[in-house]
């Protein structure tokens, strides 16, 4: 999956350069702690996300926009007002909540269908790994067929947006 890397390396090839990234998932799945982990911020008081947060990241010369949007049932349609110029999809998913995984599955089936989103490369992050029931990543790409996947670059990352494990690694991938 090397090939996220060289897209990233890619899209900011030049300083100063604004990476647009879209974080979606559905709700409790983690979204917004994980910003704030990506984002080095107390991840201690957390609520429900409602609309959307932005959060801009500075690293390395580059400035990536992060659009963190509320993962509701009765929000996910208003998804779409915000795929315009994304650059990165980052999808997040509870690892631990096994019940929702059809639901999880079709959501982000849908989204990589929309035509704003054609190409873009997606990042899918197998959250609360820290839990004992979390389904493995492996587990997690076999289920939602990942591996069909043929017109954009995708990776799947094992993390724990509490403690921070495998979040930083991918803050590297992001930031180079």
């Not at 799945?29 to 996300?49: C, V």
């Not at 580059?62 to 049932?73: A, C, P, S, T, Y």
């Not at 490369?121 to 067929?145: M, R, S, W």
């Amino acid at each position: 999956m090397q090939g996220l890397l060289s897209i990233l390396r890619k899209l900011k090839s030049a300083p100063d350069q604004e990476v647009r990234i879209l974080l979606l998932g559905l709700d409790n799945a983690g979204k917004t702690t994980l910003l704030k982990q990506l984002a080095s911020e107390d991840i201690t008081h957390i609520t429900p996300t409602q609309g959307f947060n932005i959060k801009s990241v500075q690293s390395q010369g580059f400035k990536l926009n992060v659009w963190d949007i509320g993962g509701q049932r009765k929000i996910r349609p208003y998804w779409r007002n915000y795929f315009e110029n994304t650059d990165i999809l980052i999808y997040v998913i509870d690892s631990a909540d096994r019940k929702r995984f059809e639901e999880t599955g079709q959501e982000l089936a849908e989204l990589l269908d929309e035509e704003k989103l054609s190409g873009v490369p997606v990042l899918i992050f197998a959250n609360k790994q820290d839990l004992l029931t979390a389904a493995p990543a492996a587990e997690i790409a076999e289920g939602l067929n990942l591996h069909t996947i043929r017109d954009r670059v995708w990776q799947i990352q094992s993390c724990s947006a509490l403690t921070g494990e495998g979040v930083q690694v991918r803050k590297q991938y992001l930031c180079y």
